[in-house]
């Protein structure tokens, strides 16, 4: 069995900072891509920003220049800090990894259960 667990989110006024991590765990062979998606209410569940296993990244238009998406594969987390936060980026950010579990090298999307991010005064 193989888990992400997001932590971070909170509340913070406008303009600030906040920092989510997200710690996969259990029986893993390998993990590819790691990324951060967002659901405000109402809306969908987008993509923030993706780091895959070769180090690259790609982010959301609206997050650019403002996030960034970090990983240390030694402890199978990934980052995300959030700088200049604004009142819409008010969402559940969810964790995703690609991980291939052992010992029967299966392939999972794996999904956190959501931390809450709220930017508001």
């Known amino acids: 069995q193989v888990q992400v667990v997001e932590s971070g989110g909170g509340l913070v006024q406008p303009g600030g900072s906040l920092r989510l991590s997200c710690a996969a765990s259990?029986?893993?062979?390998?993990?590819?891509?790691m990324a951060w998606y967002r659901q405000a209410p109402g809306k969908g569940r987008d993509l923030v920003a993706a780091?895959?296993?070769?180090?690259?990244?790609n982010y959301a238009d609206s997050v650019k220049g403002r996030f960034t998406i970090s990983r240390d594969n030694a402890k199978n987390t990934v980052y995300l800090q959030m700088n200049e936060l604004k009142p819409e980026d008010t969402a559940v950010y969810y964790c995703?990894?690609?991980?291939?579990?052992?010992?029967?090298?299966?392939?999972?999307?794996?999904w956190g259960q959501g931390t809450l991010v709220t930017v508001s005064s």
């Open positions: 259990g029986s893993l062979f390998s993990i590819s891509h």
């Open positions: 995703n990894a690609g991980i291939r579990t052992m010992p029967t090298y299966r392939y999972l999307e794996v």
């Open positions: 780091h895959t296993s070769g180090g690259s990244t």
